[in-house]
């Protein structure tokens, strides 16, 4: 079992920073690749990025390449999201979740656990 706690959204203007923070508790968060989704009323949820288990890959969705970095740190059980030159089109509710490293996790259905998620505004 694993509980995810995201925090760091927040309101800020275009071309702004964030960094999203998401907490995992649990012994076997190492064991876990990590995602990364958001979403906006009545759409779906969205792939932004995800990390392997020991963090030597990471992948993202094309909108956000060259802006956003994941990483995270196994002792601490913890995964960021650092968000650069935001855009107001980045505006979502930001998810984290946790996928059984055995798994493909390329697409939400395999993730098994979630975080309640954290609000990003980008204002124009």
């Known amino acids: 079992q694993v509980q995810l706690v995201e925090s760091g959204g927040g309101l800020v203007q275009a071309g702004g920073s964030l960094r999203l923070s998401c907490a995992a508790s649990?012994?076997?968060?190492?064991?876990?690749?990590m995602g990364w989704f958001r979403q906006t009323p009545g759409k779906e949820r969205e792939f932004v990025a995800r990390i392997r288990w020991n963090g030597r890959r990471t992948y993202y969705t094309d909108s956000v390449k060259g802006r956003f970095t994941i990483s995270r740190d196994n002792a601490k059980n913890t995964v960021l999201l650092q968000m650069n030159s935001l855009k107001p089109e980045d505006t979502a509710v930001y998810y984290c979740a946790a996928c059984d490293a055995g798994r493909s996790c390329d697409s939400p259905d395999e993730y098994a656990y979630w975080g309640q998620g954290t609000q990003v505004t980008v204002s124009s």
């Open positions: 649990g012994r076997t968060f190492s064991r876990y690749a």
